[in-house]
């Protein structure tokens, strides 16, 4: 995909439309991470790290507390 700058105000914008969004799970909300090596531009979303990790600790419970139902589910 190729794309153009767009003047916004004294500055210039890249828009990102919303399938590039979706698939990157991000929103007009989520901060971005700007970085370049000197070519190239990259942008990533920062993911919420709590959040993250407060999912990982419920799945983990629910899998300690839960086994067999979990592993009579699978089959």
Do not use: C, W
Not at 30 to 55: H, N, W, Y
């Amino acid at each position: 995909m190729i794309k153009s700058l767009t003047k916004h105000g004294n500055s210039l914008a890249l828009v990102i439309e919303k399938p590039i969004l979706e698939l990157l799970g991000a929103d007009a909300d989520t901060p971005f991470e700007v970085s370049t090596d000197g070519q190239v531009l990259i942008l990533a979303p920062i993911k919420d790290t709590i959040r993250r990790e407060a999912f990982k600790a419920a799945l983990e419970e629910v899998n300690r507390r839960y086994p067999k139902s979990l592993k009579k589910l699978a089959q």
